[in-house]
């Protein structure tokens, strides 16, 4: 009979049980205690990135179909993702300074700095960062310039910065629902930093006013935004309170770098309408 000799999904074979647990492998003598906890944290954060950018992925064509419910699903999860990532701080931060310097010097070059999915998210959200005398033309990006060229990781970069954002499809979102954003808005180049614009602000407050189920859409975007913020901060205290202000690995600036990226809002027309409502 045809598929007899097929083997049962067990729960060990569906989620790949056995190479999931030997993917951890540390580097330091002995191996120190706490390198485990360290690469279990890292390798966790990697698979969220994962599902939220599959997230986001959903959420644009929603958005831009206008398609109310599925929209706040999925921003409500990703939120509810965020928040996950944050609370895995608290675990990280049971480490101390000492216990990290154990093992510290085994990473080399490594660094988050180097998580390109997190640098895909960031594209995804609307970050538009180029570099250099191609600027541009839309090559040598700051986002993806540590990534090796022609990999998938820095094309996968690079695609999400060529194509429209997440703040783009929101933009297109209110528009079909009644709410005429500025042609010029609707036709910009997708490419280049998005700037926050007052003639956006006034639709956007009369969205507010006179759309409440567009206006849950626009707090669920907030609250995203918020998320990635608030991740940030626990991530630059946590990097603070484990290293203080010396280099981070691979020698990045460490504490310096990571503030640098706070209260840098990806949906600034939001927030800035807040006096407004």
């Given at each position: 009979m045809t598929g007899s000799h097929e083997k049962a999904v067990t729960y060990t074979s569906y989620l790949k049980i056995?190479?999931?647990?030997?993917l951890q492998e540390p580097l330091s003598d002995g191996p120190e205690h706490d390198e485990l906890l360290f690469i279990t944290i890292h390798?966790?954060?990697e698979l969220w990135f994962q599902q939220i950018l599959h997230e986001l992925a959903a959420l644009q064509p929603a958005l831009e179909s206008?398609?109310?419910?599925?929209?706040?699903?999925?921003l409500g999860?990703?939120?509810?993702?965020?928040?996950?990532?944050?609370?895995?701080?608290?675990?990280?931060?049971?480490?101390?300074?000492?216990?990290?310097?154990?093992?510290?010097?085994?990473?080399?070059?490594a660094s988050g700095f180097q998580s390109a999915q997190f640098r895909e998210l960031e594209a995804v959200l609307g970050r538009r960062d180029y570099a250099g005398e191609n600027a541009?033309?839309?090559?040598?990006?700051k986002m993806a310039e540590h990534l090796v060229p022609g990999s998938t990781a820095r094309i996968a970069v690079e695609a999400a910065m060529s194509r429209p954002s997440v703040w783009d499809s929101a933009l297109a979102y209110c528009h079909?629902?009644?709410?005429?954003?500025?042609?010029?808005?609707?036709?910009?180049d997708v490419t280049t930093p998005?700037?926050?614009?007052?003639?956006?602000?006034q639709v956007l407050v009369n969205l507010h006013h006179t759309d409440p189920e567009s206006s849950l859409v626009c707090e669920a975007?907030?609250?995203?935004d918020e998320g990635l913020g608030e991740w940030r901060y626990r991530h630059v205290k946590m990097v603070e309170r484990t290293i203080g202000r010396k280099k981070g690995t691979g020698g990045s600036a460490g504490v310096a770098y990571l503030a640098s990226t706070l209260f840098n809002p990806f949906f600034p027309d939001l927030w800035d309408i807040r006096g407004q409502l």
């Open positions: 056995a190479e999931l647990l030997s390798q966790v954060y206008g398609d109310t419910h599925r929209c706040l699903a999925l999860r990703v939120r509810t993702i965020m928040k996950i990532c944050v609370a895995q701080i608290d675990v990280l931060e049971t480490m101390t300074p000492l216990q990290f310097q154990s093992f510290r010097a085994r990473l080399s070059s541009e033309h839309g090559s040598g990006m079909a629902r009644g709410h005429a954003m500025p042609e010029d808005v609707l036709n910009r998005w700037e926050a614009r007052e003639d956006v602000q975007l907030v609250d995203v």
